[in-house]
């Protein structure tokens, strides 16, 4: 009888520590092997291994929740729990993190980091709480280039009359209009449909997602611009980040940091050979001269003034007196 007892308790404490373990959905929008699929890969495994099994992370490639916008309500509601996207999504609702796409504002992976990582990043950072977010890490897609279906691109006329695809945003917008392209706004999970369609003749990404999006299928040309390098965030749910104990805070923050290190080194390794691998898909790859570069930053430097007033003068200061200290 007592060794019945003794079996019936330790069920319940079995089955208890079942209910206090937590599942949790993790959304996004590229494939499973670009840096963002396998970033968020490790991530899962370093929870589960952080917090002994307590939380695990159910991964979800390639926008099978949705778009970053659907996904990003849903993890605001609380109804996903993990999301990551790109920074310039959380303009609707923080518009200080516009700073963020401002084109030409970084020019190197070291600029990028010291921006991220430092006071500026975290100061965004803490605006994500009032609206039911917290944020785990900055990840990147990159700096990002222009390809198009139509001609070459080497200097900045050739530019304009494009109808290029650009993430829903406005400083994307202004810019490509300084640009004297014509853009077009649609979610990620859109474009290569509207690129084989023909609704667009062009759009902006980073080397990666033209590689694990397959764009180059429906592209015939690649400018090497870098005209903006893009962040990504990955948020939790403030529902579900504070129903988790302590310890299972610490051990999801930790794992966070690590995924960080390993999305970054795992993207720029990649976007090293990603080049050549355009020019094996078949694209006619061209290297954007300094001179013209120069020209196309002069030409969108109103787009920086446009929207001090949006992002703040003090925060726009800071951040370029930070990524000066980094040159």
Known sequence: MQLKKIITALAAVALAGMAHAQAAKFGYG????????????????????????RVTVNTYASGKLGTDAQM????????????????????????????LDLP??????????????GPVGDALAQKLAAHGLVGVG?????????????????????????????????????????????????PYTELYGALETKSVDAQENSLG???????????KYLSMTGHIYTPYIVLASKKWFDKLSDAD???????????????????????????????KHGLQVTDVSAAEVARMRD?????????????????????????????
């Not at 990002?144 to 290029?164: F, P, Q």
């Open 30 to 53: 590229a494939s499973e092997d670009n840096s963002q699929g396998l970033a968020v890969k490790r991530f899962a495994e370093l929870v589960k291994a952080k917090t002994g099994g």
């Open 299 to 327: 030409k969108v430097a109103p787009v920086h003034d446009k929207f001090v007033g949006q992002i703040g003068a003090d925060l726009m200061a800071q951040a370029k007196a930070e990524i000066a200290k980094a040159r």
């Open 209 to 219: 997602l033209l590689e694990s999006g397959k764009f180059y299928e429906v592209q």
């Open 104 to 117: 030409f504002l970084v020019t190197s992976y070291k600029e990028a980091d010291t921006l991220l990582d």
């Open 138 to 186: 900055y990840w990147e897609n990159g700096f990002r280039h222009i390809t198009n279906s139509r001609r070459v691109v080497n200097r900045l006329e050739d530019v304009a009359g494009l109808k290029i695809r650009v993430i829903p945003n406005p400083v994307y917008i202004e810019t490509f209009k300084a640009l004297g392209a014509n853009p077009v706004p649609l």
């Open 249 to 279: 805070k610490a051990a999801v923050r930790e794992a966070g940091a690590e995924a960080v290190t390993y999305q970054r080194t795992v993207n720029r390794e990649a976007t090293e050979k990603l080049k050549a691998q355009m020019v």
């Open 72 to 99: 990003q309500s849903a993890v605001q509601g609380g109804t996903q729990e993990l999301m990551v996207g790109p920074t310039a999504n959380l303009v609707g609702i923080i518009k200080e993190y516009a700073l």
